[in-house]
T-cell receptor, first 112, second 115 residues
Framework: DAKTTQPTSMDCAEGRAANLPCNHSTISGNEYVYWYRQIHSQGPQYIIHGLKNNETNEMASLIITEDRKSSTLILPHATLRDTAVYYCIVREGTGTASKLTFGTGTRLQVTL | GAGVSQSPSNKVTEKGKDVELRCDPISGHTALYWYRQSLGQGLEFLIYFQGNSAPDKSGLPSDRFSAERTGGSVSTLTIQRTQQEDSAVYLC?????????????FGDGTRLSIL
């Protein structure tokens, strides 16, 4: 999987939008961008994924730049329960395993 | 709906004992993955199943580790003669099919502690 770069930590006030950036400058044409989060003592939770178009679901929006070298995960109205480590992953399309490789992620702290 | 279920949630055992960890994937998911996560570390891939077969066992750290999946559903991960370095959270994930466009959904893991 291509390497990703994320800030180590971010803070966000409750009720505000949390914008989490990710750089993936070596991404190739068949690699998807995935976002997961992990809250302490729980398994990773899938959030959203995309290839080149922007995506939105009930949890978040994913904005991918036109050159696909970076993306932003947007939590529109952050709550205290969104405090977690957020992982950005680019995932190769070929191969049988499609295993996930997590980096160090961004620790998001949502505050009152 | 029901997510990935893992049992036990916690397991404490003595060094040298065998342990068996269980994973119940989401119904209908054909792909199943085992990972482990040590304290403060990222995910370490162990093994992948497509149906009952395991085309990728490359992540199993030693021959003390084995896994099987029967009926294309439940999977068990067995660790024989446990060592202290086996202490970790063992995570199971499943997806509708294998492939880059299929999200993997995780259980909450089994926290294994070897005394």
């Amino acid at each position: 999987d291509a390497k990703t770069t994320q800030p180590t930590s971010m803070d966000c006030a409750e009720g505000r939008a949390a914008n989490l950036p990710c750089n993936h400058s070596t991404i190739s044409g068949n690699e998807y961008v995935y976002w997961y989060r992990q809250i302490h003592s729980q398994g990773p939770q899938y959030i959203i994924h995309g290839l080149k178009n922007n995506e939105t679901n009930e949890m978040a929006s994913l904005i991918i730049t036109e050159d696909r070298k970076s993306s932003t995960l947007i939590l529109p109205h952050a709550t205290l329960r969104d405090t977690a480590v957020y992982y950005c992953i680019v995932r190769e399309g070929t191969g049988t395993a499609s295993k996930l490789t997590f980096g160090t992620g961004t620790r998001l702290q949502v505050t009152l | 709906g029901a997510g990935v279920s893992q049992s036990p949630s916690n397991k404490v055992t003595e060094k040298g004992k065998d342990v068996e960890l269980r994973c119940d994937p989401i119904s209908g998911h054909t792909a199943l993955y085992w990972y482990r996560q040590s304290l403060g570390q990222g995910l370490e891939f162990l093994i992948y199943f497509q149906g009952n077969s395991a085309p990728d066992k490359s992540g199993l750290p030693s021959d003390r580790f084995s896994a099987e999946r029967t009926g294309g559903s439940v999977s068990t991960l067995t660790i024989q003669r446990t060592q202290q370095e086996d202490s970790a959270v063992y995570l199971c994930a499943s997806s509708l099919a294998q492939g880059y466009n299929q999200p993997q959904h995780f259980g909450d893991g089994t926290r294994l502690s070897i005394l």
